[in-house]
């Protein structure tokens, strides 16, 4: 069990605007010197097909290597299996995952500890009463992945990017507003899927509340019933992390990326991805 420990909360946050700077910069130099670069050709039997083999998006999380594997930042996933262990832990934390795919830095131990305590601070401060009204009240025949993207979309209420784009904040300060919605829905969401499956599965069950001294995949085993359980603890954890990023070509990152792009808040854009991923 993680015991609890006060640090500030907006330490990734602060890693984030430190970085990005960095990596602003390069991503202009990379423009100006090979912007007039043609890099593929495109054939009609490539646009009648949907797109595929065009290279067509700028995605530097991930990759999905045939000889490599999964590569996170340019690290091979079985790699960072052991380096992102925290502490006794048998399995990579998620928490810390989140650390490295926003950095590109393996978090050290306060890191992941920083990360612990956001999240489940965050878990707390989101406005989540009309999003569990409106889950209990769909029919459990209703397909989880329908209710789950409904569910986003109710929490959309929350958001701080749309809230700052009405006020027509700098275009340069948006990010901020969207790191608060992002991490906000990852706080949330192992609530919204455990009642959708104590719902669904367990006779609408009620499902607990998020517990601060409970890391990310206990709470999220303890929330669907299996408290303790170190073998789906593990599971989770695992599943979270393999699962984690998606190269962006796919057609749910895609769509999120895409609906993103038009500078709809996160909630908007995770909803489409999960309406493209059933």
């Given at each position: ?5 006060l640090v500030l909360k907006t330490e990734l946050r ?72 925290y502490k006794n832990s048998e399995e990579p934390l ?185």
């Amino acid at each position: 069990m993680f015991k609890r420990t006060l640090v500030l909360k907006t330490e990734l946050r602060n890693k984030l605007k430190e970085t990005l700077p960095k990596q602003i910069e390069e991503f202009k130099k990379v423009k100006q010197a090979y912007g007039d670069k043609v890099i593929h050709e495109v054939k009609v039997s490539q646009v009648l097909g949907g797109m595929r083999g065009i290279p067509g998006l700028f995605y530097e999380t991930s990759k999905l290597d045939a000889n490599k594997g999964i590569l996170y930042r340019d690290k091979n996933l079985f790699d960072l299996v052991d380096t992102l262990k925290y502490k006794n832990s048998e399995e990579p934390l998620p928490e810390a995952l989140l650390w490295y795919l926003f950095t590109g830095e393996v978090p050290n131990e306060k890191q992941i500890e920083s990360i612990v305590a956001e999240v489940s601070e965050r878990s707390s401060s989101v406005n989540f009463e009309n999003t569990e009204k409106l889950l209990n009240s769909l029919p459990s025949t209703l397909h989880p992945m329908t209710q789950l993207s409904m569910g986003v979309l109710s929490l959309q209420e929350n958001s701080k990017f749309a809230e700052a784009y009405r006020k027509g904040v700098h275009k340069s300060t948006l990010w901020e507003h969207s790191y608060e919605d992002t991490m906000n829905l990852i706080s949330v969401l192992p609530r919204v899927a455990s009642i959708i499956y104590n719902n669904v599965f367990k006779n609408r069950r009620a499902t607990p509340n998020y517990d601060p001294n409970l890391l990310y995949t206990e709470n999220f085993a303890n929330m669907m019933g299996f408290g303790g359980n170190k073998e789906i603890i593990n599971y989770l954890s695992h599943y979270l992390v393999l699962h984690a990023d998606h190269e962006g070509g796919n057609v749910s990152a895609h769509a999120t990326s895409l609906v993103g792009s038009a500078l709809s808040d996160p909630y908007y854009a995770y909803s489409a991805g999960l309406n493209g991923y059933v």
